[in-house]
Nanobody, 125 residues
Framework: QVQLVESGGGSVQAGGSLRISCAASALTYSSRSMGWFRQAPGEEREGVACIDKDWSTMYTDSVKGRFTISKDNTKNTLYLQMSSLKPEDTAMYFC???????????????????WGQGTQVTVSS
């Protein structure tokens, strides 16, 4: 059974940094697209960043230059390094894995088949 488990969320002041992780079981990162998504209360889930099996990346405009997505295939772990955090980055962050539909990564949540339970990131001003 596929499991994705996020960790590393927390509270940080604006301008600070945080790294969140997503560890997987029964799933191999090296052969599929992975993504980070976030959802604030009352908002729709939005794509933040994604990474292909060939390491190509994509970011939503609001995080370009501040967030970096990466993965360690040997540890089957996905990371999101977040810097220069802003209060508007406050949300529940979820990792997602392709279930075999994608030839390349995308920021569209509905195209991912596996999801973690989320980790909360709160940025105070």
């Amino acid at each position: 059974q596929v499991q994705l488990v996020e960790s590393g969320g927390g509270s940080v002041q604006a301008g600070g940094s945080l790294r969140i992780s997503c560890a997987a079981s029964a799933l191999t990162y090296s052969s599929r697209s992975m993504g980070w998504f976030r959802q604030a209360p009352g908002e729709e889930r939005e794509g933040v960043a994604c990474i292909d099996k060939d390491w190509s990346t994509m970011y939503t405009d609001s995080v370009k230059g501040r967030f970096t997505i990466s993965k360690d295939n040997t540890k089957n772990t996905l990371y999101l390094q977040m810097s220069s955090l802003k209060p508007e980055d406050t949300a529940m962050y979820f990792c997602a894995a392709d279930a075999g539909r994608l030839n390349y990564c995308t920021l569209v949540p509905s195209l991912y088949g596996y999801w973690g339970q989320g980790t909360q990131v709160t940025v105070s001003s």
